[in-house]
């Protein structure tokens, strides 16, 4: 795949990223950041004056409706290329929740514009719809002090969880560890469809701990704390991208500085250090009550996640041996039981 090639692949992904036009100022800024970070290529990698404006004019022109869905898959004249542009916008689009009708009419233009047979395209789709139905059926966070909207404003209950006297913290810490490993050999899948079950199985881990500390969380609350904590859904399914497919994007957010090259296994590093950093940031808040705020959180989550870069390397051996027993087929089941 060619940098032109990479780069509608790129494009694809911002405009189903901004297809259902809801997407909050903190989320967006996140995108932007993506985007801006990949920056210009060195003048010695350019091609044309498109290639010299850099990819953050990518943020732009998507933004403003000045690229249409047509003219963006234009490069994309094979066959692989145009189902791993295809399956990424759908897993774009269904990261949080079921594609909305905005979304659907965007997935439509698209497989049209990529000459996707309805067959292939309705398989994706029900594969994706699958993952964002993961299987947190539960009523809602009762206090509402705690609920959606709250955390952002570090609110939270003041009082412990029903029976945490009862919570065993190393049988906790040794579950986001077995999250992390699998989120990362999901990351070394050569199937793109799978980066999508990265978020559904970070929310049933954070679903998981609250629980073990007498909470029961709805959907919505813990996407709320996701947010909070700085794990934008739709921007990190984006840099799970980047790093996994479109190697000279990552390229540039990276460097050259000695030799970093991106591939699957940077993207596994990734999704490891996120999903553990999380999931600890998850057990300090509600082993606390509820009653950290944000900006407390957010340095939990930078702490642990600068810890988990040693980590991986630990357990790159499991991560290897766990991704070796994984296929796409597997992934539905994985996600609704978790780990």
Partial sequence: MNQVQQDAIATVCLMAAFADGHKNDAERAEIRRI??????????????????????????????????????????????????????????CDVDGRASAEEKAFLERLR?????????????????????DFGIDSVPVTDTAAGPGALAAGVGNGGPGIGTAR??????????????????????????????????????MVYRIGARYGYTLSTGHIKDFLATVGVGMTSQVLENYARKFLGGLGRRVLGRAGGAIVDQ????????ASTYALGHAAKAYYAGGRSLGAIDLKKIFTTHA???????AQHRGEIDLQSRGLDTGKLLSIVRQGV
């Fill in 265 to 272: 296994a940077t993207s596994s590093a990734f999704s490891f």
């Fill in 167 to 204: 919570v065993d913290e190393a049988e906790i810490d040794s579950s986001i560890t077995r999250y992390a490993i699998l989120n990362a050999a999901i990351e070394l899948l050569p199937q793109g469809l799978s980066t999508a079950a990265i978020v559904p199985l970070q929310m049933k």
């Fill in 306 to 312: 600068e810890k988990a870069r040693t980590l991986y």
């Fill in 112 to 132: 049209a514009a990529l000459a996707i047979d309805h067959a292939s395209a309705a398989t994706t789709q029900h594969q994706a719809d699958d993952l964002a």
């Fill in 35 to 92: 985007f801006e970070n990949l920056g210009p290529l060195p003048e010695s990698e350019a091609d044309g004056p498109a290639r010299e404006r850099g990819l953050s004019a990518l943020y732009q022109e998507v933004l403003l409706g000045r690229v249409t869905v047509e003219k963006a898959v234009m490069p994309l004249t094979q066959r692989e290329h145009r189902a791993l542009a295809y399956e990424m916008a759908v897993a774009v």
